[in-house]
């Protein structure tokens, strides 16, 4: 079965400083990854998702993340975080050609200081 | 264009009642998957719906049930309701089954609460 660990319950950050949410991840075959937003009392938006080919990922907003197979992570970057980018963060997985349904980590709380 | 939309936003049921929430996927898509997401977790799969057949299932109880009509709108039951069942549910919807690497897209949520 599929399972996704995001080690770190809060990432306090300063507004203009890297931002970096860890994600690692198992599955029994090849993975599909995703990364999702949660704000306060909102449903999950689609931040970017890994399918194959370029390890580095480019996705809404200026955020991106790292497929490293080796290491079996997937992590959340942004080089320049904003106030506005305090939010929950969700790492979810999918195997390729098993099932279809969405494993999700639990989350992560990110926190941009002014 | 119309993305996915959930009613009611908010439920406040008491305990043995039952609940029906109601999901309309986003245009062009036809497969519709609920998820259910207690305080301080992620969302956990509840089952998902296609050609108005449920394909898949997590680990839930069978007071927990569904349905997909033709339009491809979906509605989530929940029977004899436990204090446990209090959380967001959420309502994703993708294409052609899902089978595809497509992106499945959330609903706002209807945040149940079991008195």
């Known amino acids: 079965a599929q399972s996704v660990a995001q080690p770190e319950d809060q990432v306090n950050v300063a507004e203009g400083n890297p931002l970096t949410v860890k994600c690692t991840y198992s599955v029994s075959g090849n993975p599909y990854l995703f990364w999702y937003v949660q704000y306060p009392n909102r449903g999950l938006q689609f931040l970017l998702k890994?399918?194959?080919?370029?390890?580095l990922v480019k996705g809404s907003y200026g955020f991106e993340a790292e497929f490293n197979k080796s290491q079996t992570s997937f992590h959340l970057k942004k080089p320049s975080a904003l106030v506005s980018d305090s939010a929950l963060y969700f790492c979810a997985v999918r195997e390729v050609y098993g099932n279809n349904r969405l494993a999700f980590g639990k989350g992560n709380q990110v926190v941009v200081i002014p | 264009d119309a993305g996915v939309t959930q009613s009611p936003t908010h439920l406040i049921k008491t305990r043995g009642q039952q609940v029906t929430l109601r999901c309309s996927p986003k245009s062009g898509h036809d497969t519709v998957s609920w998820y259910q997401q207690a305080l301080g977790q992620g969302p956990q799969f509840i089952f998902q719906y296609y050609e108005e057949e449920e394909r898949q299932r997590g680990n839930f109880p069978d007071r927990f049930s569904g349905h997909q009509f033709p339009n491809y709108s979906s509605e989530l039951n929940v029977n004899a309701l436990l204090l446990g069942d209090s959380a967001l549910y959420l309502c994703?919807?993708?294409?052609?089954?899902?089978?595809?690497?497509?992106?499945?897209?959330f609903g706002p949520g209807t945040r149940l609460t079991v008195l």
């Open positions: 890994y399918i194959t080919g370029d390890n």
């Open positions: 994703a919807s993708t294409q052609g089954g899902g089978r595809a690497p497509d992106t499945q897209y």
